[in-house]
């Protein structure tokens, strides 16, 4: 934004539209333009799509994780395994319980929007307890994450279908006879064999973990952008408010400016009125008089 302060030949000082806008538009506006301003510099849905991966990608890393380092045979489908089909189970299950426990805790943060959207009571609550509402979020994310376990371990324990038990025994035995299957077992093994025991360790302790990183990265992430946006509308906000406090203290130098120019007008106007007709306002007796002793001069 630009501003022309004063105009030197006539003291027409003017203002742009929009610093006319930004003198008048209350506290309230200026946070509203302040926070537009910084969601335009930062790209919100990019930023969603980036904690979201992340956060997605839990879940799959689980399953990765759970198929390469458990051993020993597993069930599925009330069907025992063994082999490399036992481990892809093993990451199937895993993948299933971190994705119930993600997806409840994403429907106890969705109920709450909508509960904290039609109730002023509970947004009213949420502004005066920051930490309380976060508290019974937690634990009702917790609550949802036992519920969904509790209730795919009794899933699990349910006797299956003959035609899903016999579905899994000929699928995991395609599996555990396929020759590609073995090639990659076997080129998998002979890179284990070659790596150095500690660097072993340690990428197995990083698969391992390696949900709870991603779980990390995205919220981190995700805190990271609010913070920018935070940041950005905090420096817009100062800088609209300084911008203004400028277009008002430019309008007070116009008016008395302005005010200074037409009493100097006025004054030069009243003597020059008074020297073409130094008599006015006088009284007809001492006009006369003046007159008179004027023509005696000339005389």
């Known amino acids: 934004m630009q501003i022309s302060v004063v105009n030197s030949v006539g003291f027409q000082g003017k203002i742009n539209s929009a610093d006319d806008v930004l003198a008048s ?15 335009s510099k930062f790209d919100r849905k990019k930023h969603q799509k980036i904690t979201k991966g992340l956060i997605m990608a839990a879940p799959l890393a689980a399953g990765v994780a759970a198929g390469v380092l458990c051993k020993g045979k597993s069930k599925i ?18 993948s299933a319980l971190w994705g119930t426990a993600l997806g409840s805790v994403a429907l106890v943060g969705l109920a709450k929007d909508k509960l904290s959207k039609s109730s002023s009571e509970v947004r009213k609550f949420d502004k005066e ?25 009794r899933i699990g324990k349910i006797d299956a279908p003959d035609f899903l038990k016999n579905g899994t025994a000929r699928v995991a035995k395609a599996i555990n006879e396929s ?24 990428g197995a302790m990083s698969l391992a973990w390696s949900p709870q990183i991603l779980l990390l990265g995205g919220l981190l992430h995700s805190l990271g952008h609010g913070a920018s946006v ?26 008395e400016l ?16 008074l020297l073409n007709n130094p008599t006015d306002n006088l009284s007809d007796e001492v006009t006369e008089e003046i007159e008179s002793l004027n023509d005696d001069e000339e005389d």
Do not use: C, W
Request: charged share 30%; no cysteine.
């Open 129 to 153: 307890h920051p930490i309380a509402s976060m508290l019974l979020l937690l634990g009702a994310g917790i609550g949802a994450i036992s519920l969904s376990g509790r209730l795919a371990t």
């Open 25 to 39: 538009i209350n506290d309230k506006n200026i946070r509203q333009l302040a926070y537009m301003e910084a969601e």
């Open 230 to 255: 935070r940041n950005e509308f905090a420096k817009n906000y100062n800088e609209l408010k300084d911008r203004q406090l400028e277009v008002l203290k430019a309008r007070q130098v116009e008016l």
């Open 179 to 202: 020759s590609v299957v073995e090639s990659v077992k076997n080129f998998f093994g002979r890179v284990v064999n070659k790596t150095p025991e500690p660097l072993k360790e340690f």
């Open 77 to 94: 489908f009330s069907k025992n395994l063994s082999g490399v089909a036992a481990r892809i189970a093993n990451g199937l299950k895993e």
């Open 258 to 273: 302005e005010n200074d120019f037409l009493k100097t007008e006025m004054k030069n106007r009243e003597d020059l009125d």
